[in-house]
């Protein structure tokens, strides 16, 4: 929690930050990383303290906070200090953030009601890495209300790489599941699968203003995209962006996704399936809708969903034959090989192409797609202005390829992300040689990873604007 705007005397601060400092090392001595209001208690931290001093400046007249982040803070019963200041008639918060919070039902009646107050300024609203289960029909509750303002609702749950976050599933399935399995509750964290139906038709009730929606990380399955879907065909849908990562999706969710928003003139312009088994089948259907006159996507990930060469090569079919918006692609993690780039470069080197961002990261390449991709930006004035193809096995000859086109005058590149790619020294002296050729654009180069040795030294001190 941000104590930075709190005042204390000199005295009491100090014995503050010693009392954490010394509650903080213990608890590492014993691997713990994150502890409980219990804990801080035995070290002669009065949380509850804290907490009134945020639901007094929530009450104030008039009450300046409009921003409040208390992410990964167990709140438990002293929530309820906090909480009771959202319920203020006076209160003007438009941002609450409270990730991983091990959050009950009686908090979620409060942000329901914080949600149908008047006039309700809660504009974004995250409650990641929260059990919401049958307390969803609670919260889903304010979002029906005519009174929400509500934007941006961010729901997000399930594993995650941090350390910090694979602590947090094993703590919340202690605290809160009990004896289900810590694979359970990786799947399923949020428990949305049963709640989607009543997210739907809250969703439906009224003219929504969501326009941000971000359920990755939960077990939504295609039944759950099906309910969803409903939404998205609503005349009341405003949806902008739409998060569905690692939700155990197959190709039948791409099918009722198209459906939908082709059913609906879509406002639809970031779509994020990625860690999903779609499949060539599923993709295709996507390629369909962005075809079409409905599509306005303009930022479209697809990494690590079972992907093959002939992703590519349909992906080319469909934006040959319209004009493209999309200006965001990310097909990492994906079974492409030199094959499905070289399809892919047939849509780079098409004049409707207006690409900015390419992430290839991770799909064994090799060399000859630098070659491939070179070819095809050369040929059209090129809008690209960052690439990945990072954890590729494209050697020094590969980039050799690329600093041909770093060259050149059509070059936008600004970042370039080449690390795990196989490298040496000799890369760095054909990037630097490149780079000082033509006034560069470029500002971030990744080189992590590579035999580089010290001729990374020699990159930094090129005349260009990394």
Known sequence: MDQTKEKYEPEQSNSYIKSLAKLAFKELLKGNLIFYEEDLKESGINIKTHYE??????????????????????????????????ESPNCRLETLRLSACGLTETHYEVVASALKSSPSHLTHLDLSWNIVQDSGKVLFAGLESPNCRLETLRLKCGQSGTVQSQALVKIMVQKVIGDRTQEQARLNFCMLSKSTDSLVSALKSYPSHLKELDLSLNSLQDSGVTHLCGFLESRHCRLETLRLSCCRLSKISCDSLVSALKSNPSHLTELDLSKNDLQDSGVKQLWGF??????????????????????????????????????????????????????????????????????????????????????????????????DLSKNDLQDKGVKHLCGFLESGHCRLENLRLSHCSLSGFSCDSLVSALKSNPSHLTQLDLDFNNRQNSFIRVNTANCRL
């Open 53 to 86: 001093v945020v639901a007094s400046a929530l009450k104030s007249s008039p009450s300046h906070l409009t921003h409040l982040d208390l992410s990964w803070n167990i709140v438990q019963d002293s929530g309820k200090v906090l909480f009771a200041g959202l």
């Open 290 to 387: 962005l075809e079409s006159h409905h599509g306005r996507m303009k930022t479209l990930n697809l990494s690590e969903c079972s992907l093959t060469e002939f992703s590519c090569d349909s992906l080319v079919s469909s934006l040959k034959s319209n004009p493209s918006h999309l200006t965001q692609l990310d097909l990492s993690d994906n079974n492409l090989q030199d094959s499905g780039v070289k399809h892919l470069c047939h849509f780079l080197e098409n004049r409707h192409c207006r690409l900015k961002t390419l992430r290839l990261r991770g799909c064994r390449l090799s060399g000859i797609s630098c070659d491939s991709l070179v070819s095809a930006l050369k040929s059209n004035p090129s809008h690209l202005t960052e690439l």
